[in-house]
């Protein structure tokens, strides 16, 4: 471990919180060691039976450096938090924001396993394999309790929630497998729901993807689901607008709809990302196009995460451009 | 030592100068005068009622939550409440505050009998919200509106109407229990006052007074919460 | 004594201005039956019930805390199951929180002492006082049965939806602890606040209060506000857990983020609940023991209140990376930072309080000293947690709980304590030797350091919390945690030892052993039932230790 028991910085940003994590220890370190010593100062300089002048022998004109004293004790610490507060939120921010081009990856965790998808469909369990300097995003849900996904060389930690989709995006900078921890406690055996996170260089990351590529990519299995659930049935998925097979359901198409502001029948206006496609298969009546009939039948209970994340990855790929929130 | 003529004058004297509403009220030991027992009694009620206000508070707070997220549930699970009796009580509780209010004014005038007769009616008027709520309750029961007990709804609406119709037991319960100790108070304090005891006075009238109207207020709130999301 | 009192209503002051017309009785010797304690209005004996109380809970949880250090310094689990692990870091958060921290000093101290430092006979409602204790001891035995039951597993935060549909034990049992102790506090506060108000004796203005009854009353603000907001979410979690009506839980339509802040919005201000009293205790005992006034008298007060506001605006810091808003947590942090300015105030008004003092280092001034210093530590690192971008790594880990022991053990556990100490004399009559108390506080002050500071370290390095087991390059530090751990508990052994001992063969205590100012001071120690022959009048502001002018130094002991 390095300096102040930090792990090795393996992440892009690691290093920003590195250099703010010495910047508020090193001042509020000094401060406190500056109490300690005018407490122990004072202590020794005015114990009882000490030469030290004392309260009634100080002349009462001291008030006003006293009260100049109080302010500067006042103002300083002031602008020194809001400085913290300030350059602490510049990188808190700078970490939620993924970049345009990384690459979606997808987690589903359960009591108390990690399970992995990489979009050609490799599946890994409590393991994570990526490329160094390729940013990748996590699109994240749990089956059952909240769980937390903490990677400490990264110096990232996202709660994984059951109901919603969490992301945390990251760019690896160092070759190496790093811990990955579950941080929010999960029942009987959170500590053991830990794992790693394997940095390869690009060329052995490719070589890793083509040796555990499964029968398909998550689009492809996606869409052997959407037939299968009978989706196809209503929506279209080709830009021609054909309508589907039972033409005469009138349901919204597919095709570009991913990262596009979908209007709704209350007025409203919500952007189509993974929330809005996970909600629209298992809460169909909660967001309804403008337009169209509340028909769509709920999926909920009968189609697991893992296959909601296939079927969106499907989605996306029907879009020509990957929009990104920003 | 007082000749009779000085004694008769000063017997009129107190007489005319003491409140009819009872005798100078008894000072607990842990206090110096009346006047500090008054004040503590009075804060002490109004800071139990900001106390009352965070736990119906937050109650509130889930239901607009709830609410928020399944807005067309909720919109469909009021319609299902009984309004006609909802309003009935809302009409009834609002009576009895102004009775409360009544009693305490007379309590303060000194006129005691009024103020017993102000309290009986609010208490009367109490239960009879009570007995309409029990009443409504009942029905709701056949409905099949409660929650664990056999509770059947639209299915389309379920879920956020099994989450409504908990809030409104939840809520609506917890009312009543705050309005029965209120008319325990209320019937005590007229017997009291009737009997002429110490420990009644105009001051506890108020006092009393101040949890009647608290009780009253939540009311108010419950009352287009529950009943009137979609019957506008 | 140059503090402004003189004795109201044909009262005479004592040699040593105690205010007194005939000695009567002790409290004490008001009866010597279970029955007179058990049915007692009297705040001298609700306090003594409640120490009793709580004492036992903090050894309970302290013996939850030991085998869970035990068990800590090896990387496996090798003492005890998983499923035991989770109940015992439970049921050690459980316990200690609400059936320890948040009634020692507000029900203790706070219940003894008030009525004295305001000159009156007893708080504004003594039988909701009483009533007060058995709730406390109703919501305990629902605990203690949920204990015997099996325990639970759940966290002391109860996070939704592992308490609502996941967990196996009998969650309903300790929520009813919980919610019921509840009510406890909120009488407790409501007492306060109307006493505080409404009793003061003649002359005492609210800015001649000691700052122990600024601390007592704006922590009585936060009790009765906060803890109503408690009862009903844990209503709302017993609800979901046994009617499956979906609130919290996703599964069945709820918010699991609604549960956390609601939560929150009582566990935040709960901290400074166990914080404020004890900033109360030590601002008493290092005037007495530095023999000045503190410094900025004003200025302490207003920070107290300015703490207990803010203290309700901050808790989603608790959330920053649970998936609320970015926005959210841009708010939250920048909050943090403002609640954080008024306690950094006090930490140097105590240090100005030394200076040009006369100061004596018996053990509760030790004990006050160490609040100083650790609080100063816990709050530098509550500081680097309010660092949105520094949170993100560190939330979850052992920093996060290095952090809150610092404030909550070396600091609210050391000023009480200490207080335990400064006012022990009036409580029981009696003196307890002051050696063994220094070494106390001494061991305390090095064990609690060994024990919580590597815990840091190990938070930063990457260790998440409530681990049962860890990578083993944690061990080092660990093994170094539970090593201290043997000191710290060695430090609370120690005056459960001579403060006993003290009661049976202790030295009588004068009334005023310490030369303090405060109208505890004036009556006899212990005080008679109705703490004073006459109600005293205050003339002047507290804290009136500036000696007499230039040459005349009062003697601590022996004085006549």
């Known amino acids: ?326 | 030592m007082k000749t009779a003529g000085a004694q008769a004058l000063s017997t009129v004297r107190t007489a005319a100068t003491r409140p009819r509403t009872a005798r100078r009220p008894r000072v607990a030991e842990q206090f110096e005068t009346a006047v500090q027992q008054r004040a503590a009694a009075t804060l002490g009620m109004w800071v139990f009622i900001a106390t009352e206000t965070l736990f119906f508070g937050a109650l509130f707070f889930a239901y607009a939550i709830a609410r928020i997220q399944a807005p067309d549930d909720f919109a469909q699970a009021s319609r299902h409440t009984n309004l006609v009796l909802g309003t009935a009580n809302t009409a009834i509780l609002l009576s009895s505050s102004l009775f409360m209010a009544l009693s305490v004014r007379a309590a303060a005038l000194g006129t005691r009998q009024a103020a017993v007769g102000f309290l009986v009616i609010t208490a009367a008027l109490g239960l009879s919200f009570t007995g309409v709520k029990l009443a409504e309750y009942a029905l709701d029961y056949r409905e099949h509106l409660v929650p664990l007990v056999d509770f059947a709804f639209d299915p389309r609406h379920a879920r956020g109407a099994l989450v409504f119709f908990g809030l409104y037991f939840a809520t609506t319960g917890l009312h009543l229990v705050h309005l029965s100790i209120g008319i325990a108070l209320v019937l005590g304090l007229a017997w009291r006052l009737l009997a002429r005891r110490p420990g009644a006075s105009a001051e506890h009238v108020a006092i009393a007074g101040l949890y009647w109207h608290f009780v009253d207020i939540v009311w108010i709130f419950l009352y287009p919460c529950l009943y009137l999301v979609s019957r506008a | ?560």
């Not at chain 1, 010495?22 to 500056?34: I, N, P, R």
């Not at chain 1, 690459?103 to 160094?132: C, M, N, S, Y």
């Not at chain 1, 296959?307 to 990104?324: A, F, H, N, Q």
Request: hydrophobic share 50%; glycine share 8%.
């Open chain 3, 1 to 560: 004594m140059t503090e402004a009192v003189r004795a109201g209503d044909g009262g005479v002051l004592g040699e040593r201005g105690e205010l007194a017309l005939h000695p009567p009785a002790s409290y004490l010797e008001e009866g010597f039956t279970i029955r007179s304690w058990l049915t007692t209005r009297d705040h001298k004996r609700i306090a003594i019930l409640y120490a009793l109380s709580i004492t036992l809970f903090f050894f309970i949880g302290g013996a939850a805390a030991t085998l869970i250090r035990i068990e800590l310094a090896t990387p496996n689990g090798d003492l005890v199951s998983a499923d035991t692990y989770n109940k015992l870091f439970t049921m050690h958060g459980v316990i200690m929180v609400w059936f320890f921290l948040i009634p020692s000093i507000p029900a203790t101290l706070g219940n003894f002492l008030v009525p004295l430092m305001i000159g009156a006979r007893d708080l504004a409602f003594p039988r909701l006082n009483l009533a007060s204790w058995y709730i406390y001891v109703a919501g305990a035995s629902f605990t203690v049965a949920a204990m015997i039951l099996g325990g639970v597993d759940t966290g002391w935060t109860f996070y939704a939806p592992f308490s609502t549909l996941y967990s196996n034990t009998h969650v309903v049992w300790v929520l009813a602890g919980v919610f019921v102790v509840g009510f406890s506090s909120i009488l407790t506060g409501l007492n306060f606040i109307v006493t505080i108000h409404t009793m003061r004796a003649p002359g005492l203005t609210w800015f001649r209060l000691p700052l122990f009854v600024w601390a007592q009353y704006a922590t009585s603000a936060i009790l009765v506000l906060a803890t109503p907001v408690l009862a009903m979410t844990l209503v709302l979690v017993a609800v979901e857990r046994l009617g499956g009506i979906g609130i919290f839980d996703p599964a069945l339509g709820g918010d699991p983020l609604l549960f956390q802040h609601l939560f929150w919005f009582y566990s935040h201000p709960a901290v400074y609940i166990m914080v404020l009293p004890a900033m109360g205790v030590v601002s008493e005992i290092v005037a007495c023991f530095a023999r000045n006034p503190v410094f900025g008298y004003r200025t302490m007060a207003y920070a107290i209140i300015a703490i207990a506001m803010l203290g309700f605006l901050v808790w989603g810091h608790h959330m920053f990376v649970s998936g609320q808003s970015l926005y959210a947590g841009t708010v939250f942090s920048l909050l943090s930072f403002f609640v954080a300015l008024p306690s950094a105030i006090k930490v140097f008004n105590w240090t100005a309080t030394l200076w040009h003092g006369r100061i004596t280092y018996e053990a509760p001034m030790l004990y006050a000293l160490g609040f100083v210093g650790l609080f100063t530590i816990g709050g530098m690192t509550g500081l680097i947690l309010a660092v949105l971008a520094l949170d993100v790594h560190l939330t979850d880990t052992y920093f996060v709980v290095a952090h809150f022991h610092y404030i909550m053990v070396g600091g609210a556990v050391s000023a009480y304590l200490g207080g335990i100490h400064f006012w022990w004399p009036k409580i029981t009559g009696r003196l307890y030797s002051d050696r063994w108390a220094r070494f106390a506080a001494i061991l305390l002050f090095f064990g609690f350091n060994a024990t919580f500071f590597p815990q840091y370290l190990l938070g930063i390095a990457g260790m998440p919390r409530r681990y049962h087991e860890y990578a083993p390059e944690f061990q080092t530090l660990n093994v170094l945690s539970s090593g201290g751990a043997v000191l710290l508990a060695l430090g609370y052994l120690l005056p459960l030892v001579y403060l006993s001992w003290s009661l049976v063969r202790g030295a009588r205590a004068p009334a005023n052993p310490w030369d303090a100012t405060g109208l505890e001071w004036r009556t006899a120690s212990p005080p008679p039932k109705r703490n004073f022959a006459a109600v005293p009048v205050v003339e002047g502001p507290p804290y009136a230790y500036r000696p007499s002018p230039a040459g005349i130094v009062r003697a601590r002991e022996g004085t006549a």
């Open chain 1, 1 to 326: 471990m390095s300096a102040l028991a930090l792990p090795p910085e393996a992440s892009t940003i690691a290093a920003h919180v590195d250099h703010l994590l010495y910047a508020v220890v090193g001042v509020t370190a000094a401060v406190t060691l500056a109490i300690f010593a005018t407490i122990i100062a004072f202590a020794i300089r005015y114990r009882a039976g000490s030469a030290a002048p004392r309260a009634e022998d100080v002349p009462a004109a001291q008030a006003r450096a006293r009260r100049r004293v109080e302010a500067a004790w006042t103002l300083v610490p002031l602008a020194l938090f809001v400085a913290a507060f300030a350059w602490g939120a510049r990188v808190y921010v700078e970490r939620a924001l993924p970049p345009s081009d990384a690459t979606q990856l997808f987690v589903v965790a359960k009591q108390w396993t990690w399970k992995l998808q990489h979009p050609g469909g490799q599946r890994e369990i409590d393991e994570l394999h990526v490329a160094r300097g390729q940013p990748v995003e996590l699109v994240m849900t749990s089956e059952d309790v909240i769980h937390s996904f903490y990677v400490p060389a990264f110096r990232l930690k996202q709660d994984v929630l059951p109901g919603r989709y969490t992301q945390m995006w990251f760019t690896a900078t160092e070759t190496g497998r790093f811990h990955l921890f579950c941080a929010e406690y999960c029942g009987t055996d959170h500590s053991r729901m830990r794992g790693d996170i394997v940095v390869m260089e690009p060329e052995d990351f490719a070589r890793w993807l083509e040796g555990h590529r499964g029968a398909s990519g998550m689009a492809a299995q996606g869409e052997v689901l959407f037939r299968e659930y009978g989706c196809s049935g209503c929506h279209a998925t080709q830009p021609s607008a054909q309508p589907g097979a039972n033409a005469s359901v009138h349901a919204p198409s597919l095709a570009g709809l991913y990262g596009r502001p979908v209007p709704l029948a209350d007025g409203s206006v919500v952007k189509a990302d993974e929330r809005y496609l996970r909600d629209s298969i298992l809460l169909p009546d909660k967001e309804v196009a403008a337009g169209y009939e509340a028909i769509m039948p709920s999926f909920a209970g009968r189609i697991g995460e893992d296959e909601i994340l296939e079927l969106i990855v499907y989605i996306e790929s029907l879009s020509d451009t990957k929009g990104r929130p920003q």
